[in-house]
């Protein structure tokens, strides 16, 4: 059964840090393209980081220089570190695998998990 459960979210002051983690089973991560995006209520769906089998990772111009995309691939797992947080990055957090025969950047998300909520506020 494929799964991806995200982990990591919380409430944080602005100029704080969180790291997101998405562990996956039922198949290997690193065979996939992955990607976080993230969704805010009333607002679309933003993709926030697109990684390529471990080679190029494309950021969002709103995120870029903030947030890190990385994998384990022992693990099995993907992570984004989050610094200098802002409000503007309060939202449910996903993680979502692409099809193997796609390239970030990309919103063809195939599978993600339930999200994980992150609150970012003085």
């Known amino acids: 059964q494929v799964q991806l459960v995200e982990s990591g979210g919380g409430l944080v002051r602005p100029g704080q840090s969180l790291r997101l983690s998405c562990a996956a089973s039922g198949f290997t991560l690193d065979t996939y393209p992955v990607a976080w995006f993230r969704q805010a209520p009333g607002k679309e769906r933003e993709g926030v980081a697109c990684?390529?089998?471990?080679?190029?990772?494309y950021y969002a111009d709103s995120v870029k220089g903030r947030f890190t995309f990385s994998r384990d691939n022992v693990k099995n797992s993907v992570y984004l570190q989050m610094n200098s947080l802002k409000p503007e990055d309060t939202a449910v957090y996903y993680c979502?695998?692409?099809?193997?025969?796609?390239?970030?950047?990309?919103?063809?998300?195939?599978?993600y998990g339930q999200g994980t909520q992150v609150t970012v506020s003085s």
């Open positions: 979502a695998t692409l099809p193997q025969r796609a390239s970030c950047p990309s919103s063809l998300y195939d599978y």
């Open positions: 990684n390529n089998n471990n080679a190029d990772t």
